[in-house]
Each structure stands twice: as structure tokens, then as C-alpha cells.
């Protein structure tokens, strides 16, 4: 039997999606071949070996449990232990790690990185690929030089005269969208529509990141493909994210308060097997490796433009990656299972 450590929280504004995602796949995982070893990240970054019911996850209390243990990741590469700090001296062996953590310090590279220099394999993308999905403007220059479309845009750092920004935002003309640059579930990010809008936008996507995108807005609607594999890939049914105002944000991602979510799209086959090649060759192009959502938009003329790649994607059941696969016949337990396997022989 395979022991399989679960990170889950972290230092990340997405803290509560990542405790939600986590305990889906903790109850997911096949008992009969794999021993989960559930270790939580608080939002102070405190690393706790978690005993506890996996329902305290979903709940939001996990760290407030008995029998909560400060743990650490020993760096010696092939020991592969995890170690209590607790004064007894106890470690546990793993096999490999799946990081359910969404944005900063979780899908973003760092526990990767960290994973990978103890000779852990990681169950999902490794450093590279982490680091490169979550930074929209390297993302974006990567996937055009392997042709897709890619909007445009203009990417500024912190202390940049907001001239310079007026003026960018003058030339890409209106609406557009003001983004960080490293950022995940839409948390920064604002719809611009007229000039006076643009200084509070801005400041609001600075307060996540050092870097800031004014991206053009791509008329049409959001697509995604569900990406599964490393040398072979399997991609799931494409979906389609319906709007009644504005855009994508963080509520309507988690609530779907005006919008709907159509798995699959309603779109010809024709054009979901586009967006499929579409998504395989971005997928290749980022160096994914395990899983990976990748989002495009469908414009009216019919052309696909890549939005983002998404690591680490929401999974719980209902999720929009699982319901992906689903459609094509992969339940969640199955999907789960297959992830462990790819992420160990990756």
C-alpha cells in the first residue's frame, strides 16, 4: 500500500477552496491501495501532521483539533519522511505527495520545488510548469510561440508612472481587463470599461502582486479542457461558462451566483475537438505534466484564444475538471486514483 501525503490550506487567498478540494480527495482516495497522510498548511504557514476527522476540513476547524502535530518534509533526498516535531522523534515514510493547494506558495511552484529537492514525486505539475501557468505574461509568450492566439496586452511593474499605463490602456482601448500578473481565482482582478476606473483597478491588482497585466478584453465566451497524462494525454468534454454580467470572478467561480457552467459546451464537435488540440498543445508547451485545466475563450468568429492554465484546479466532485472527465466516463474515484498513478511514475 502506497502512502500519499495531502497538503492541503497554505499562504494563499484561496485557503478555504484548497481545504474544500482536499477533503474531496482525501474521502476519493481508494483505501484499498492507498494510506492518505493528511498534513495541513495554516494561513500563518504552520506545517500540522492533521489526525482528525476528515470532515473538519470541510468545516474550516481542522487546525483547532486534537492531536494537530508540527511536521516538516526532510530535505535529504531518498529519505522521504515526513518528521513530527514534537519532541518524540516519529517520522512516517511516503511514497509521493499531491499538493491540493491553489495559488500563492501551493500551485505556484514553491512546494514543488520543495518536493522535488527531497525526491518526492509530486502528484500534478512540477516547478517549472507551476511556475510558468501561474504567470499570465510567460504563460502567454510561451503558448504564442507554440502558435496559438494569445490577447493582447501590457505588463507593468510596481512603481511604473501611470502615464504609461494610460496611455497603454488608451492603445489596447476599452473594455479590458487589470490583472496581477501571479494571482489565481480571479482574486485582483477587475473589468474596466472607461478611463476614470483604471487608477482603483490598478491599485487593487498591485495588492497581489509585484507585476500588473492590462489585457484586452476577448469577446466571445470562457471554454476549458480538463488535461490528464504526461507522455499520452487524455483530455476530458470541453465546457462552457455561461454569463449573465461581467466576468468569471471569484464568486461566480465558487457560487455561480448569475452564471452557469454547460458540460459540455454547446458547440459542434468539430470545434470542441479544436479546443481540445488547442488545450493538448499548450498543455506540451508549459511543460504540464499529471493534470492540468487549461481555459481559452471562444470568440464569436470562431477563433480560440488561451486565457490561463490552472494547475492545481478546484476539485471537489463537482468541480469543473472532474465533471470534464466524467463526461467521458472517468468517475471521480477512478480520476483520483489515476492522478496518484501518474504522479508516481511521472
Given at each position: 500500500?502506497?502512502?500519499?501525503?495531502?497538503?492541503?490550506?497554505?499562504?494563499?487567498?484561496?485557503?478555504?477552496?484548497?481545504?474544500?478540494?482536499?477533503?474531496?480527495?482525501?474521502?476519493?482516495?481508494?483505501?484499498?491501495?492507498?494510506?492518505?497522510?493528511?498534513?495541513?498548511?495554516?494561513?500563518?504557514?504552520?506545517?500540522?501532521?492533521?489526525?482528525?476527522?476528515?470532515?473538519?476540513?470541510?468545516?474550516?476547524?481542522?487546525?483547532?483539533?486534537?492531536?494537530?502535530?508540527?511536521?516538516?518534509?526532510?530535505?535529504?533526498?531518498?529519505?522521504?519522511?515526513?518528521?513530527?516535531?514534537?519532541?518524540?522523534?516519529?517520522?512516517?515514510?511516503?511514497?509521493?505527495?499531491?499538493?491540493?493547494?491553489?495559488?500563492?506558495?501551493?500551485?505556484?511552484?514553491?512546494?514543488?520545488?520543495?518536493?522535488?529537492?527531497?525526491?518526492?514525486?509530486?502528484?500534478?505539475?512540477?516547478?517549472?510548469?507551476?511556475?510558468?501557468?501561474?504567470?499570465?505574461?510567460?504563460?502567454?509568450?510561451?503558448?504564442?510561440?507554440?502558435?496559438?492566439?494569445?490577447?493582447?496586452?501590457?505588463?507593468?511593474?510596481?512603481?511604473?508612472?501611470?502615464?504609461?499605463?494610460?496611455?497603454?490602456?488608451?492603445?489596447?482601448?476599452?473594455?479590458?481587463?487589470?490583472?496581477?500578473?501571479?494571482a489565481g481565482s480571479s482574486f485582483g482582478i477587475t473589468r474596466v470599461t472607461a478611463p476614470d476606473q483604471l487608477p482603483a483597478a490598478v491599485e487593487e491588482a498591485f495588492?497581489?502582486?509585484?507585476?500588473?497585466?492590462?489585457?484586452?478584453?476577448?469577446?466571445?465566451?470562457?471554454?476549458?479542457?480538463?488535461?490528464?497524462?504526461?507522455?499520452?494525454?487524455?483530455?476530458?468534454?470541453?465546457?462552457?461558462?455561461?454569463?449573465?454580467?461581467?466576468?468569471?470572478?471569484?464568486?461566480?467561480?465558487?457560487?455561480?451566483?448569475?452564471?452557469?457552467?454547460?458540460?459540455?459546451?454547446?458547440?459542434?464537435?468539430?470545434?470542441?475537438?479544436?479546443?481540445?488540440?488547442?488545450?493538448?498543445?499548450?498543455?506540451?508547451?508549459?511543460?504540464?505534466?499529471?493534470?492540468?485545466?487549461?481555459?481559452?475563450?471562444?470568440?464569436?468568429e470562431g477563433e480560440i484564444v488561451f486565457n490561463e492554465v490552472n494547475t492545481i484546479p478546484g476539485f471537489t466532485s463537482h468541480s469543473r475538471y472532474p465533471s470534464m472527465?466524467?463526461?467521458?466516463?472517468?468517475?471521480?474515484?477512478?480520476?483520483?486514483?489515476?492522478?496518484?498513478?501518474?504522479?508516481?511514475?511521472?
Amino acid at each position: 500500500m502506497q502512502t500519499i501525503l495531502v497538503l492541503f490550506g497554505g499562504c494563499s487567498t484561496e485557503y478555504d477552496v484548497s481545504l474544500q478540494s482536499a477533503h474531496a480527495v482525501l474521502q476519493a482516495l481508494d483505501p484499498g491501495r492507498f494510506r492518505a497522510l493528511p498534513v495541513g498548511i495554516t494561513r500563518e504557514g504552520r506545517w500540522l501532521r492533521y489526525q482528525g476527522a476528515v470532515s473538519h476540513l470541510e468545516t474550516g476547524d481542522w487546525q483547532t483539533q486534537p492531536g494537530c502535530v508540527p511536521c516538516a518534509l526532510s530535505p535529504d533526498r531518498g529519505e522521504r519522511r515526513l518528521l513530527w516535531l514534537d519532541g518524540s522523534g516519529r517520522s512516517e515514510t511516503l511514497e509521493a505527495a499531491f499538493p491540493v493547494l491553489h495559488g500563492k506558495n501551493g500551485e505556484d511552484g514553491t512546494v514543488q520545488g520543495l518536493l522535488e529537492l527531497a525526491d518526492i514525486p509530486v502528484i500534478g505539475c512540477g516547478t517549472l510548469a507551476s511556475a510558468l501557468c501561474m504567470d499570465k505574461v510567460r504563460a502567454h509568450r510561451l503558448a504564442a510561440l507554440a502558435g496559438v492566439r494569445v490577447p493582447r496586452g501590457a505588463v507593468f511593474h510596481r512603481g511604473t508612472a501611470s502615464v504609461s499605463m494610460d496611455r497603454a490602456a488608451e492603445e489596447l482601448g476599452y473594455p479590458l481587463f487589470v490583472k496581477p500578473v501571479r494571482a489565481g481565482s480571479s482574486f485582483g482582478i477587475t473589468r474596466v470599461t472607461a478611463p476614470d476606473q483604471l487608477p482603483a483597478a490598478v491599485e487593487e491588482a498591485f495588492r497581489h502582486d509585484r507585476e500588473v497585466l492590462l489585457e484586452k478584453a476577448v469577446p466571445g465566451f470562457e471554454v476549458g479542457c480538463a488535461v490528464l497524462g504526461n507522455e499520452t494525454l487524455t483530455v476530458g468534454a470541453v465546457d462552457e461558462i455561461q454569463l449573465t454580467d461581467g466576468f468569471f470572478d471569484y464568486t461566480e467561480k465558487y457560487h455561480l451566483v448569475t452564471s452557469r457552467i454547460h458540460c459540455p459546451a454547446r458547440i459542434t464537435p468539430e470545434k470542441a475537438a479544436e479546443i481540445q488540440e488547442t488545450a493538448k498543445t499548450i498543455y506540451r508547451a508549459l511543460d504540464c505534466r499529471v493534470f492540468a485545466r487549461v481555459d481559452l475563450f471562444l470568440t464569436p468568429e470562431g477563433e480560440i484564444v488561451f486565457n490561463e492554465v490552472n494547475t492545481i484546479p478546484g476539485f471537489t466532485s463537482h468541480s469543473r475538471y472532474p465533471s470534464m472527465m466524467r463526461e467521458i466516463g472517468l468517475d471521480f474515484r477512478a480520476l483520483v486514483t489515476r492522478l496518484v498513478e501518474l504522479g508516481v511514475e511521472a
